[in-house]
Every structure is written in structure tokens, then in C-alpha cells.
């Protein structure tokens, strides 16, 4: 996908917008900021129009001017997560990778605003800048362990939690508050914590040996790993398959409870569709059961 996404940039690369680029330098980075104040923003109806115009006939100044208008919403996200240590100007340079994902993949027939949409693949694209630089060792590999990444710090003060190990009750509070299991807690809030250590560095004073040399290889042989790939790569293709036999109501709002990040609300599907928030609901819970029926019958077949 991301191959894609760099051959589709050049149809955006007016040198003024520097558009997935990002910022080369921190010495840029307050004349992009103001470079980019200059962008009008769009209305709805001219969101429509040129997001139209870029999906049917490849309009190269509709989707510039569509980019543009949204590249301080970039870097508005990208200075909510100013404080993990990755420098701005590296997270605007997602964050523009990001909005070209979304432009790539918008549908304006689909009534949403383009900023909207975009917010999405935006923090998507900074959530993994950030997850990869963190740790030299990838921390985040679930939607729910990246919850618990991006909010701990947050949760505690909630909380009132000052501690930096957490207890069992602690932790559970958090799980809780955060609606993601405890193991998940436990296991980020140790990553988190936790220094990269060297393998190279001594194991002790008396033993020049470095770690690597007594690390145990506890590596998964090919054959296991080439079953774990076909597992999941069947796994996808049978929710693909059975979600698109859903009716249309039925499979969207299915996507936007459990498919999506941020999940939709209650409320904004239920005014969405015209209908009551239970009736939401039990759609949600009607289509979810259909749905992993289809999957576990398919499976077990």
C-alpha cells in the first residue's frame, strides 16, 4: 500500500506544499507552518467537488487544492503528540503520508467530510512513526496495546495513580478505564518503562561475555511460521468474504463498532441512520453473531 501511495505523490508535489515530504530540517518548520496558513479552507460542497473530481477524472490541481486546505490539520495532530520524543517536523511528515493515504481512498459519495476521513489515516500514520522509534524492539502490535500506549499516562492521572509499576489493582483499574484487557496494561506499561539495553554490553564485571552470546535461540522454525501466515491470511480473506454479504446498514455499522479506531458512538451512528441508539445496538450485535457464524461455519467446514 505504502509503494502506492509514493508512486500516486508526484500528481501532488507542487514544491510550495511540500505534501508528504513533511519538513526537512527543524529550522523550516515555523516557515511551513506559516506557509501553509495561506491554503484557504474548503467548504463542504467544495470538498465534494474536488474530491469528485480527483476519483473520477484524476485532477491533479483538484486533489492540490483538496491537500493543501488540510495540511495545518496535520500539523495540529502532529503537535498533540509532540511529547514522545520524535521531533514535529518527523510527525508531520507522517501525518502528510497519512492525508495522502486518505485521498487515495476517499469516497465523497459517502457524505463524510474529507477532514474527517482524513483524521484517521493522519494519526494512523503518526501512531506507527512513533510506535517504531520508541523501542528498538516494535511495542504496539494490536489495536488495543496502542490504546494503552498513546493513553496510560493519561488513565493514571485519571486515576490519581503515581506509581510507576503498577499493582494488580492498579492495573486493573486502568484496564477498566482504558475497556482493554489487564495483560495488555501489564505488558505496555513494562515496555514503556523499560530502557533499550545493548546485547553487546558485558554481563557483568567478571564476565566479559556480552548478552548476545547467551541469548537462547528460541526462535519459531520456518514451517511454523509458514502456518501462522496462512492462518491469518485465511482469516482475512473469510471476514472480507462474509462482510460483504452483510446488508449495507448492517456491515457499516458493524465497521464503525469494531472495525474502526476511534470507535463510532451509539449516538452519532444512531442520528446518522435516523434510527434509536438500542436499535444500533442490536444491529451491531446481529451482524457481529451472523458474522462470526459465517466465519466459524466456513472454518470448520
Known amino acids: 500500500m505504502k509503494k502506492q501511495i509514493k508512486d500516486a505523490l508526484p500528481v501532488v508535489s507542487a514544491p510550495s506544499l511540500m505534501v508528504a515530504r513533511g519538513v526537512s530540517d527543524e529550522s523550516g518548520l515555523e516557515q511551513y507552518i506559516q506557509n501553509i496558513q495561506k491554503f484557504p479552507i474548503l467548504s463542504a460542497q467544495q470538498e465534494y467537488e474536488y474530491a469528485s473530481l480527483w476519483q473520477t477524472k484524476r485532477d ?120 482493554v484487557p489487564e495483560n495488555d ?25 556480552d548478552a548476545l552470546s547467551n541469548l537462547e535461540d528460541k526462535s519459531e522454525g520456518i514451517e511454523d511460521n509458514v502456518e501462522k501466515l496462512e492462518f491469518r491470511r485465511r482469516g482475512y480473506a473469510l471476514l472480507r468474504k462474509h462482510l460483504s454479504e452483510l446488508p449495507e446498514r448492517d456491515r457499516e455499522i458493524l465497521r464503525a463498532r469494531k472495525l474502526q479506531d476511534p470507535v463510532a458512538t451509539l449516538e452519532i451512528l444512531a442520528q446518522k441512520y435516523e434510527i434509536s441508539r438500542e436499535r444500533v445496538r442490536q444491529i451491531e450485535e446481529r451482524a457481529y453473531k451472523k458474522l462470526r457464524d459465517a466465519i466459524l461455519k466456513e472454518s470448520e467446514g
Open 60 to 179: 491533479k490541481l483538484a486533489a492540490e487544492k483538496l491537500v493543501s486546505s488540510h495540511l495545518r490539520l496535520v500539523v495540529s495532530v502532529a503537535y498533540d503528540f509532540r511529547n514522545y520524543g520524535i521531533p514535529v517536523s518527523d510527525l508531520i511528515a507522517s501525518g502528510n503520508m497519512g492525508l495522502m493515504q486518505a485521498l487515495q481512498k476517499f469516497d465523497p459519495e459517502r457524505g463524510f467530510r474529507f477532514s474527517t476521513y482524513a483524521m484517521f489515516w493522519i494519526k494512523a500514520e503518526i501512531y506507527e512513526t512513533i510506535l517504531s522509534n520508541w523501542s528498538i524492539v516494535k511495542i504496539g502490535t494490536s489495536a488495543n496495546q496502542k490504546r494503552v500506549f498513546f493513553n496510560l499516562s493519561r488513565a493514571k492521572k485519571a486515576l490519581g495513580i503515581m506509581d510507576n509499576n503498577l499493582s494488580e489493582d492498579q492495573t486493573k483499574k486502568v484496564a477498566e478505564f482504558l475497556q
Open 185 to 209: 496494561v501489564t505488558r505496555m506499561a513494562t515496555r514503556v518503562g523499560a530502557r533499550d539495553l545493548s546485547l553487546n554490553t558485558p554481563v557483568s564485571d567478571s564476565d566479559t561475555r
